[in-house]
């Protein structure tokens, strides 16, 4: 089969012929019909080597969704035929963190090394994926696994971040989001769906803004303004957001968020731009607390599902065959996806 491979650091993506993988006992073999471009994957194929506990080739591709091929000896919980959602932070299955099904943050990561398919192992950019335990797979009922797909890592990831702020985001609060392509979209679409907060989206791009509105945001500010912050301040009603997501990750969208959060909120950063916040007393309103979030639980992942299936939320998806796996890419680093690049091997 043909699978779009990370074959050296810091070089382009290759497709190749690769053997079909067979499912060993406890194992099982997906038919990939959806595997989402990440953003994240563009840092990956930027970095030097051994900044990763892992090295190419591996299959790209984390964000992955299909159906049951073929299971292993042993697997009972899932069938052929069955759409599943597969979730992408692979860990030990065993430590206390992969008991309460936050295998994000598995105490062994370290030991394992690999994080998971598309990130060490191979993963979903390829007609077939091999997927190491059926925990990993979450049932997705009527949901097409090509739309489905980015709800694995584009939701979850959000989802997990907003998550952990909800009980502060209560009737007159605001929540700020920087960075309004794919995650962000769908930031704002789940923190409509869980809370009554008011929603400002931020970005350089007018176009992303105006997606953003759409989605639910009630104001919008250019990032490049000169009074950016002021604005986003003024979009509080003047009292600085309760959350304030990050999903860039740059320097100047740091001292953003720091400006804009309110004393006791969250600045949560998720995006992987590299920047750096200088921590220091008077560096963030008082008891903001600064955060780095990664990916999500898998128990969060199967509300992700509940919150698709009722309608709440749905990925703008633009589809790609397995073939045009690079042009994707080059697409998402030109910033010229809208919503999310989904690779879709089997049409
Ligand atoms: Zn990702
Ligand atoms: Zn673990």
């Not at 992969?98 to 370290?110: F, G, I, K, W």
């Not at 990050?246 to 909120?265: I, S």
Request: aromatic share 6%.
């Amino acid at each position: 089969m043909q699978a779009f491979q990370l074959v050296a650091w810091q070089q382009p993506p290759q497709l190749r012929e690769v053997p079909v993988p067979e499912p060993d006992a406890g194992e099982v073999l997906v038919k990939v019909g959806g595997a989402g471009a990440c953003h994240s994957d563009l840092h990956l194929m930027d970095w030097p080597p051994g900044l990763m506990a892992f090295d190419p080739p591996f299959t790209l591709g984390h964000e992955n969704a299909g159906w049951v091929e073929r299971v292993g000896a042993g697997v009972r919980g899932v069938r052929p035929g069955d759409a599943v959602l597969v979730y992408g932070p692979w860990g030990c299955g065993r430590c206390a963190a992969c008991r309460r099904s936050a295998e994000n943050y598995c105490e062994r990561q370290a030991e394992i090394a690999v994080m998971g398919g598309g990130l060490g192992r191979d993963g979903g950019m390829a007609e077939y994926e091999l997927v190491p335990a059926e925990r990993l797979l979450l049932p997705l009922g009527e949901l097409d696994p090509r739309e489905a797909a980015p709800l694995s890592d584009a939701a979850l990831t959000p989802y997990h971040a907003i998550k952990r702020s909800l009980h502060k985001l209560v009737p007159g609060s605001s929540a700020v989001v920087i960075g309004a392509g794919g995650l962000g979209q769908m930031a704002i679409q789940l923190l409509g769906a869980l809370a009554p907060a008011r929603i400002v989206a931020v970005d350089v791009a007018p176009d992303k803004l105006a997606a953003a509105a759409e989605a639910g945001a009630e104001a919008t500010v250019r990032a490049d303004a000169p009074d950016a912050a002021e604005q986003v301040r003024a979009a509080t009603r003047g009292r600085g957001a309760e959350l304030v997501l990050d999903l860039v990750g740059g320097d100047a969208t740091l001292a953003l968020g720091a400006r804009v959060a309110r004393p006791e909120g969250d600045l949560t950063l998720v995006g992987l731009a590299g920047g750096t916040f200088p921590l220091s007393f008077f560096s963030q309103p008082y008891e903001c607390a600064v955060a780095t979030t990664y990916w999500g639980s898998a128990i969060e992942l199967l509300e992700v599902i509940e919150l698709a299936r009722a309608g709440r939320i749905r990925a703008h998806v633009e589809r790609y065959p397995l073939e045009r796996a690079g042009e994707a890419y080059e697409r998402l680093r030109a910033g010229r996806v809208e919503g999310r690049a989904v690779i879709c091997p089997q049409g």
